[in-house]
């Protein structure tokens, strides 16, 4: 189980190379004192310690031995602006016949299922149904996109657009996040963009003030992850699953 807790970021992530191919299993883990971040300057919290215990953040607010207290009535929540979602030039190339190749970065969620479907073929991974992955889709709190983008001399408007990357996230909205098929097309591995997708995707999490953001991974990517910031098992705590007798 990995988990990576976050108080307050305070510098840009820097984007390395690395080959990246990753897929889910039952290894959770959790990011542990991420140092890379961004300005919050609509919404700054004051006395959260730089390095909370991941229980202690997860269970903060809760009353000691559950005993049932009225403290005060609560105010009516404030509405806070979320972020818009981010696009722009992660890379981009010049390729000997002249074209260029611009790899985007999206957290917008725009994803043609068909495509993904094809991503997931090319990763090996096991089909799912289009109308879970749909629903899969629809239900997560932010999906993240990596787009090729080639562009042609003398072909105005009509680039070749190809989906080689996604990366999802769901999330209580408010403390907890967990990063889910985090996928790459092999034939862009080895670039680093496995590893800028995943520090993009904390990243935009972090605009939104999450800040326990877990994820499962096989035992040979548990070493990318560790050079992301995520530990397992912090604290000893242990992922525990549940699964159908039949």
């Known amino acids: 189980m990995l988990t990576r807790n976050v108080a307050h970021p305070s510098s840009p992530c820097p984007l390395v190379s690395f080959?990246?191919?990753?897929?889910?299993?039952?290894?959770?883990?959790?990011?542990?004192?991420?140092?890379?971040?961004?300005?919050?300057?609509?919404?700054?919290?004051?006395?959260?310690?730089?390095?909370?215990?991941?229980?202690?953040?997860?269970k903060s607010g809760f009353l000691k031995n559950n005993t049932a207290q009225i403290i005060e009535t609560p105010s009516a929540p404030q509405e806070v602006e979320e972020p818009l979602p981010q696009e722009f030039v992660l890379t981009e190339k010049?390729?000997?016949?002249?074209?260029?190749?611009?790899?985007?970065?999206?957290?917008?969620?725009?994803?043609?299922?068909?495509?993904?479907?094809a991503l997931c073929d090319k990763v090996g991974w096991p089909r799912r149904p289009l109308s879970k992955l749909a629903a899969a889709l629809k239900n997560s709190y932010m999906v993240a996109t990596l787009h090729s983008i080639k562009k042609s001399p003398g072909s105005e408007g009509s680039d070749q657009?190809?989906?080689?990357?996604?990366?999802?996230?769901?999330?209580?909205?408010?403390?907890?996040?967990?990063?889910w098929d985090v996928l790459v097309d092999p034939s862009y591995q080895g670039q680093g963009l496995g590893k800028a997708?995943?520090?993009?995707?904390?990243?935009?999490?972090?605009?939104?003030?999450i800040g326990?953001?877990?994820?499962?991974?096989?035992s040979q990517v548990v070493e990318f992850y560790r050079n992301l910031g995520f530990e397992p098992d912090p604290e000893g705590i242990k992922g525990m699953f549940w699964y159908p007798k039949y």
């Open 19 to 58: 080959d990246f191919h990753c897929q889910m299993s039952d290894r959770l883990l959790f990011p542990h004192n991420l140092n890379y971040g961004l300005h919050r300057g609509r919404r700054k919290h004051e006395g959260l310690r730089l390095r909370a215990g991941f229980w202690e953040s997860i």
């Open 94 to 117: 010049t390729e000997p016949n002249g074209a260029v190749e611009q790899i985007i970065f999206s957290s917008g969620g725009d994803v043609d299922l068909y495509d993904l479907q």
């Open 161 to 179: 657009k190809k989906l080689i990357g996604m990366a999802r996230a769901t999330s209580d909205h408010a403390f907890n996040a967990t990063i």
């Open 197 to 209: 997708l995943v520090e993009m995707l904390i990243r935009a999490l972090l605009q939104r003030d």
């Open 212 to 218: 326990n953001i877990t994820l499962f991974a096989d």
